[in-house]
């Protein structure tokens, strides 16, 4: 997610410090996401209302219908669940906004109803069993709070605007505000998504898009994602693809009122690409792209990244927000946090990336980003506490972007430009698909460079002070 736009630190960070020639050994770590879509879902510690642990879904097929009048959204989803443990009923997350119409599982039909934000089908499965729950709905998308006092807060999940189109961002959940779903981020599903609008309207999703007829969009994800990265935006939008480095298919989607100004600001888009694939390896899915939004905001959504227009209105804006929203591609949804609590895993490498580029080689602004980065995270620190112990009430605020940066920051100095931008390689490729911890990162990191940085890592993420 784009930082917190209220208290961001402007003064830039470096790119450059001293080559360490030193090659180390590549660590591959205990696969615990495979590329069908299974997963090790945890309980989330900050939101422990939304998500099932016992359930790991495999795949969403979503099949999508949205008519503008009357506002309503018809669906039917069919959800392939692994039990990992006995469960007497099925239960997702799901908004009480919507009608069931049907509920079968493994074809025979199912009573169902929705409770509390629950989706609750009445069938027991045992640990290990995998089975097939369908389920047919209609109804009026409705948002929910979202947990934070950023300054560009909004409504989380599936929003209608004005003339009837759709857009939606949603972490940390919000997903299912559209579809029946294990909002949580360590459960991550491989998805194939259709959606059907009227004559002159487009439906944009996060995935590789497929052939679109008939009035019915279609988009695949063939490497797992975790619910809260899916997008779905429906509108009446212009379409732009580019082709970005060893063919790479990039799809902008720009409606009248974003100009031509914004619409040359995100063709710069493969030009990100390639200074990002030179440093933290190839870009990790078949397809990249933009479509714009009416809000504050912007969004790392796989593949589809969902990016307010007001935040790219100039060519400097763009700059800093695709660069942090492509980074995420790599760092946040390659691989991602398995709780809210480690968003810093997020937040960390996209904000210092970003600001790697913004400053690339300008060895200069190093000693005043420092000065200024440690002096805001001591007031982060104070005001919402370490990055590593986020609030519930204060999601994806500065200190999980300036803090864990500047952390970061100090592993480059100590790494050097080669071993750092290899670890970031090595995290990336080796965890694709998969959702990891601050022990799994602190281990990595460890191994991968053949140094023991679990103090500086730790000292980083708790201490209430910056450290020295």
Known sequence: MRRALATTVTVLLLAGCTPDKTAA???????????????????????????????????????????????????????????????????????????????????????????????????????????????????????????????????????????????????????????????????????????????????????????????????????PVASYLTTLAVGQYTKTTLTGPHNLPITLWTRPSDGEVRLDALRRLPVYVQWLEARFGPYPFASTGVVLVPSRSAMETQQMMTVGADTVQDAASATAVLTHELAHQWFGDAVGPATWQDVWLNEGWASYVEQLYRTDGDAAALTRWEQSARASDADLRKRLGPPGSPRADSFAENNVYVCPALMLRQLHKALGDERFFALGRAWAASNTGTARNRADFVAFVSKQTGRDFTGLINAWLDSPTTPS
């Not at 989330?44 to 939304?50: G, K, R, S």
């Open 25 to 223: 050994p590549s660590v591959v770590m205990e696969d615990r996401s495979n590329r069908d879509g299974t997963s090790a879902p945890v309980a989330d510690p900050l939101y422990p209302a939304y998500g099932n642990p016992a359930l790991d879904v495999l795949h969403y097929d979503l099949a999508l219908s949205w008519a503008p009048q009357p506002r309503t959204l018809t669906g039917t989803a069919t959800i392939r669940i692994r039990a990992v443990s006995a469960v007497s009923s099925l239960r997702l997350d799901f908004s009480p906004a919507y009608s069931l119409s049907s509920t079968t599982v493994d074809g025979t039909p199912a009573p169902a109803h929705i409770t509390d934000g629950d989706l609750v089908v009445d069938k027991a499965v045992g640990a290990g069993a995998v089975t097939t729950l369908v389920v047919g709905y209609s109804g009026t998308p409705a948002t929910v709070p979202m947990p934070s006092h950023r300054g560009d807060v909004e409504p989380l999940g599936l929003t209608v605007t004005a003339d009837g189109s759709l857009w939606t961002m949603q972490e940390p959940y919000g997903a299912s505000t559209w579809y029946p779903a294990n909002d949580q981020p360590s459960d991550k599903a491989l998805y194939d998504i259709a959606v059907t609008v009227p004559p002159g309207w487009s439906a944009i999703a996060s995935g590789t898009p497929g052939p679109a007829a008939d009035g019915t969009y279609r988009y695949t994800s063939a490497v």
